[in-house]
């Protein structure tokens, strides 16, 4: 081979490819498919798979291994982490997305609650003490298009909305560490409700829960921005659980007919 000659290994990759690769291997992880101590398939046999290369394969392999849900040693192979034990919070928005038992979902669920509660109230504090203008104003605008959705009783939009109004909240706070720890929390619930969106509850509270802590942050008040915050998900997180445990009972007993 000439030095001007490539080498099909040496061609840039295909991030996309290598990304559907990892994200249907993570699929079968976290759906108990490839079980803990299981050894995958040979790199060869497994690209053959895949219909593609080994370099591309391997960086699917080290996602994999980044995100803890396999360990690679040399000589012995790619073997399947237990990822209960070895995963961090980035795992929960694709679990939620994935798991196939409803039952730990719903515990799971009830775990990221209270902390999530915490965070939110914490992004409110630091919104308070840091918002500029333009967060100021962008929380407005948004508070006004979720109140007319809540209005209209379009849960759907009000859900997605709901989002981007937390996103701007943490993003009034200015802090990247509160960002990078709010991503995971924010990104399981949508998931979440990508999944089961009866568990979105148009709470009547809704509207004035939006008006006070806006109006706090504005006023630059962080006690009371905080204690908007906690009581309004006092409200929803006790209706919300509710209707996760009926939910399961209800799936329990259509398992048993």
Known sequence: MNDDELDPNDLPRTPNIADAIFEDLRNQILKGQLKPGERLIGERELATTYGTN?????????????????????GRGVTV????KTGTLELAAPFLKSG???????????????????????????????????????????????????????????AKGFHRWLDALVDA???????????????ALRDLLDRL????????????????????????????????????YERVDSQLLAL????????????NR
């Open 54 to 74: 080994r370099n591309t394969l391997r960086e699917a392999v080290r996602k994999l291994e980044q995100a803890r849900l396999v360990s690679v040693r040399h």
């Open 173 to 187: 706070g200015h802090s990247t560490t509160v960002r990078w720890i709010a991503n995971p929390f924010l990104q």
């Open 197 to 232: 969106p009866m568990l979105w509850i148009l709470e009547p509270s809704f509207p004035e829960h939006l008006r006070k802590v806006v109006a706090a942050v504005e006023a630059g008040d962080e006690e009371a921005s905080e204690r908007a915050t906690q009581e309004y």
């Open 100 to 158: 196939p038992d409803m039952r730990e979902l719903v515990r799971m669920l009830e775990d990221i609650l209270v902390p999530r509660v915490l965070l939110i109230a914490y992004a409110t504090r630091l919104a308070a003490r840091r918002a500029e203008p333009d967060d100021i104003q962008r929380l407005n605008e948004l508070s006004d298009l979720l109140i007319t959705a809540f209005e209209a009783k379009d849960a759907k939009v009000v």
């Open 81 to 84: 982490s237990d990822f209960r």
């Open 244 to 255: 996760l445990r009926r939910t399961v009972a209800g799936a329990g007993d259509a398992g």
